[in-house]
């Protein structure tokens, strides 16, 4: 616990309400405070922190001038939302966050009346504060409407699809712009230049934004209390979309989080005193790991190859290949549907593009992938980190759905690898194949197995038989491989490996329903359309009856923790592995005896 007697200011502040009644010139000791409790708690914790560092003024400003929870305040990404929690009632509990059964990472609508609208990905806060600020509106209701958009937020096509249309519909609202020049990595492209080379002058960006309706205040010092009070107050009343344009800092406050930005964006537990230390000693390679070290080896071998993020460079692993190729490097912001068409152009003139981006990203680019790649057979490889569990960042970062909106896909080759060396397989494989491959894999390490540096690549649809039992036919798909590999042992089943989602395996599918008794689907993804539901619809399809076990998450959004704990609830560890099968097929030693 912390001890709150070593904050004499903020510990009286419970709710938005007690900060209200704080007079103007005591708000700077209550921020100074804030910050110094956001930073004990995130080192004790760990936790996304930066962000949050960056807007400790601007969330007691916000707090101070407007009515909230009926003043509607709307945070985007999420990343900054810490001080906003401490803040609005739940200070006590913000070490939990990220816990199983603690606070959520990002704002949550059933956590808190003060989290208006539930974030996690970028550039949504403009939309929700508009539509929130248009059904006001519409029912004569006077409450504000604020959305709070940086880190990198702004970089992305929604947000001005959002301006564009506010300031068509003249609706009263506030966008306060937090530019502190970062995402996780430093924001990139025309935008980011401009607003660099322009950051001193009112004039060129104020055009930009009142041509598009809005009425533009800014920029002011984001650290400043009796400047944004100033400003905040100037702007609240105001009849139509409003703009207000703040400079801030991100990791202000903390020396080690000023000078290492992108270290400090999210930390796990650490000794405030002494900042991050570094880890000593080899640790296995992470799947992000063998994605690197694979896309510089394929690079140096095939000069066609094009590394393409939105705005992910540390996350998905493509650091060193922005240092060694930076020529073949696009980082294109948080921007994951252009980052899509972006490759299918390049591959329609004979380059190979590779996407390297999120699950949950990827789906922001659904219809890019359809309509751009897959329809024109284009040869684009996505190499999709985070897929199934991800766990302390809950369900707007969960990989959950990938195996079932890219398997109904045409032309789409899809991979799950069970260990590091058949991920780095599977990546030659889609990347050789002539059209779009999807390889899929999960956040963190995987079994330890140690990584060849060929650039083998595997037949296409063919799964790998792992080991040969009686009644029972466990099918594996991807890194659920590992439980499977002990059920298998423990119930003398058939075990397969069975890497393709798409094509399946077929062959091998129709041998084994020949002498098993039943099937096991077993995936870290959706069971509602994913890659049991197409092991079932294959022996469908010709003809075969068999029982089907079908094992995979929930249809319900997956909580946050660790992913230990998610795979457990979900039941896909191994002693719920072991129940569901033993509850569906009770007779399942007698199984094997009647196969044998």
């Known amino acids: 616990m912390i001890d709150l007697s070593r904050y004499p200011h903020l510990s009286p502040i419970h709710t938005p309400a007690d900060l209200r009644r704080v007079p103007d010139e005591q708000l700077p000791l209550i921020a100074d405070e804030l910050r110094r409790y956001l930073i004990e708690a995130v080192a004790s914790s760990g936790g996304h922190f930066g962000a949050g560092l ?24 999420g990343h900054q939302c810490y001080p906003h929690k401490i803040l609005t009632g739940r200070r006590e509990r913000i070490t939990t966050i990220k816990k199983k059964g603690g606070l959520a990472p990002f704002p949550r609508r059933e956590e808190s009346e003060y989290d208006t609208f539930g974030v996690g990905h970028s550039s949504t806060s403009i939309s929700a504060a508009l539509g929130m600020a248009i059904a006001a509106q519409r029912k004569g ?18 947000a001005f699809e959002a301006l564009n249309h506010a300031g068509a519909v003249d609706a009263n609202m506030l966008v306060v712009l937090n530019d502190n020049g970062m995402s996780i990595s430093e924001n990139v492209g025309g935008l980011a230049k401009h607003w660099e080379k322009h950051a001193n002058e009112v004039t060129v960006p104020s055009t930009m934004f009142e041509e598009l309706g809005f009425h533009y205040t800014g920029p002011i010092d984001g650290h400043d209390i009796p400047q944004l009070l100033q400003a905040l107050r100037a702007v609240k009343d105001r009849q139509g979309p409003q703009l207000l344009h703040v400079i801030t800092t991100k990791g202000k406050g903390y020396a080690p989080a000023e000078q290492a930005q992108i270290e400090y964006h999210a930390v796990s537990p650490f000794d405030p005193n002494a900042g991050l230390v570094k880890k000593s000693g080899p640790s296995k390679p992470t799947y992000t790991d063998v994605f690197s070290d694979w896309l510089c080896d394929m690079a140096a071998a095939d000069e066609r190859l094009l590394g393409i993020t939105p705005a992910m460079r540390e996350g998905s692993g493509l650091v060193r290949f922005s240092k060694e190729y930076p020529q073949r490097y696009f980082d294109v912001a948080i921007a994951e549907q252009h980052a899509v068409t972006l490759a299918a152009g390049m591959a329609c003139e004979g380059a190979k593009p590779v996407v390297a981006i999120y699950s949950t990203f990827l789906q922001r680019a659904y219809d890019q992938a359809i309509h751009d790649v897959v329809l024109q057979n284009l040869d684009v490889t996505f190499a999709i980190d985070r897929a199934g569990v991800v766990g302390p960042d809950g369900a707007t970062h969960a990989g959950s759905f990938d195996l079932t909106f890219l398997r109904c896909l045409p032309n789409m080759v899809i991979m799950a690898p069970a260990d590091e060396n058949e991920c780095r397989a599977m990546l030659t494989t889609g990347f ?29 649809g063919k799964a790998e038989l792992r080991r040969r039992g009686h009644g029972l036919a466990i099918l594996s798909f991807g890194a659920m491989l590992a439980p499977a590999t002990e059920i298998a042992a423990e119930l003398d089943a058939t075990l397969v490996n069975m890497r393709f989602v798409k094509p399946l395996d077929e062959a091998l599918m129709l041998e084994l329903a020949k002498d098993h008794s039943a ?9 509602a359309g994913g890659a049991g539901a197409g092991v079932a619809e294959c ?58």
């Open 539 to 596: 022996l469908a399809a010709h003809g075969v009856t068999l029982p089907i076990l079908h094992l995979g998450l929930p249809d319900a959004p997956l909580e946050h923790g660790t992913r230990e704990e998610v795979l457990s609830e979900a039941g896909l560890d191994l002693p719920g592995i072991r129940k569901a099968i033993r509850a569906r097929f009770p007779q399942v030693g007698s199984l094997s005896q009647a196969s044998a």
């Open 519 to 527: 099937f096991v689907t077993l995936e870290d993804n959706v069971v």
């Open 432 to 460: 050789r194949h002539d059209g779009p491959a999807a390889i899929r894999y999960p956040r963190g390490g995987g079994p330890g197995v140690t990584v060849r540096m060929e650039l083998d690549a595997l037949p296409i």
């Open 54 to 77: 960056g807007v400790v003024e601007l969330t007691v400003a916000l707090h101070h001038v407007f009515d909230t929870p009926n003043d509607r305040l709307v945070w985007d990404v």
């Open 141 to 158: 209701d006077p409450r504000k409407v604020v959305a709070v958009i940086g880190d990198g937020g702004m970089t992305a096509g929604m």
